[in-house]
Nanobody, 124 residues
Framework: QVQLVESGGGSVQAGDSLRLSCAAS????????MAWFRQASGQEREFVAA????????KYGESMKGRVTISTDNAKNTLFLQMNMLKPEDTVVYYC?????????????????WGQGAQVTVSS
């Protein structure tokens, strides 16, 4: 089993930046792709970004495209999401999720392990 610990969330002003981290442990060596999703209360989980652990495929969702960059530090089994030019509508909980397949997919139903979530709050 893979365990995930997310960090880096917080409260910022509109236009600020944040970097989320997702550290994987346990059977982290089995992870071949990872993704970030976000979810507002009462809403479905929304795709933000995903990538193959060893590249080269990277996909971004439309809601944050151009403002986020997904990356990994494979030596540390850690996934990152750099978020820039944050907007109040980015105020949601962000989740990371791994896959044991190297196919980069955008549907949350294709992921079955999730981090605890990182709250991001952006004020205007």
């Amino acid at each position: 089993q893979v365990q995930l610990v997310e960090s880096g969330g917080g409260s910022v002003q509109a236009g600020d930046s944040l970097r989320l981290s997702c550290a994987a442990s346990g059977r982290a060596f089995s992870i071949l792709a990872m993704a970030w999703f976000r979810q507002a209360s009462g809403q479905e989980r929304e795709f933000v970004a995903a990538m193959g652990r060893f590249g080269p495929v990277i996909k971004y969702g439309e809601s944050m495209k151009g403002r986020v960059t997904i990356s990994t530090d494979n030596a540390k089994n850690t996934l990152f999401l750099q978020m820039n030019m944050l907007k109040p509508e980015d105020t949601v909980v962000y989740y990371c999720a791994p896959r044991q397949s190297n196919t980069v997919v955008v549907s949350p139903s294709m992921y079955d392990v999730w981090g605890q979530g990182a709250q991001v709050t952006v004020s205007s």
